[in-house]
């Protein structure tokens, strides 16, 4: 009896070469799960998270699309049902973020933004859906953004606020056999960013006085697809208590 929880079941993650987006794929491929490890520009970071998925005798493959054209998300899909004929999980995780002043913020800075984190979303789970058969499950990474007005985030909370009600949309359109549920990360430190003054500032005000792993997002996912048969259209914030 295998006692791995995902064993059997493929899932795609978007955005899964690097940072949160790796670690989730690595986690779901912990837990049996075959992973389609989708990137848009970092060709060669994918290939080393497919190898480490390999490493734990899962199986694995790199998939190149920008989440914000439907054409290549249909083409991503596509290749996803041709090798594992099957899918069981999406994880949207592809996101866009930088800072902008509101009297800067451009017609383009609002159309990259808007294009990935929300547009993006949004076509992936759609083809998704389409392809999951009797059951399944979606993950919508949002963010404390999209909860907390960040002035000069605007563009960005206004995305992830919008995959936040896009969450509870879909949760209600596609049940009662997918079930769509999204998880807000705070301040996630990398190894990358422990050398960041302001990330490390970010984290110390948090009530926690620290800030959150990446392995701390895949966990909620890994929850939430594993543990969830009556749970959907809800939001799990992880942030060490920022927004309580």
């Not at 800030?211 to 939001?235: M, Y």
Request: net charge positive; charged share 20%.
């Amino acid at each position: 009896m295998n006692l791995l929880p995902l064993y059997g079941q493929v899932a795609v993650v978007t955005g899964a070469a690097r940072r949160i987006g790796r670690v989730i794929a690595l986690t779901l491929a912990e837990a049996g799960a075959s992973v389609v490890v989708n990137y848009h520009t970092s060709r060669a970071a994918a290939e080393g998270t497919v190898r480490e998925i390999e490493a734990l005798g899962r199986e694995a493959f790199a998939a190149r699309a920008d989440v914000s054209k439907p054409k290549q998300v249909e083409t991503l899909f596509r290749a996803a049902e041709k090798r594992f004929g099957q899918l069981d999980i999406l994880v949207n995780n592809a996101a866009l973020f930088f800072p902008r002043r509101w009297d800067e913020l451009t017609e383009a800075d609002w159309d990259t933004i808007l294009g990935t984190n929300l547009k993006g979303t949004f076509f992936c789970a759609q083809a998704a859906a389409r392809r999951m058969r009797g059951s399944g499950h979606i993950v919508n990474i949002s963010s404390l953004g999209g909860l907390e007005a960040w002035p000069g985030y605007a563009h960005y909370c206004v995305s992830k606020a919008g995959v936040i009600m896009l969450t509870r949309c879909l949760a209600k359109a596609l049940a009662p056999t997918i079930r769509v549920n999204s998880v807000a990360p705070g301040t996630i430190l990398l190894p990358e960013d422990k050398s960041d003054p302001q990330m490390m500032r970010r984290a110390r005000r948090t009530p926690l006085r620290r800030g959150g792993r990446a392995e701390d997002v895949a966990g909620a996912v890994l929850f939430l697809v594993t543990q969830d048969d009556f749970i959907t259209g809800q939001v799990i914030v992880v942030d060490g208590g920022q927004s309580a």
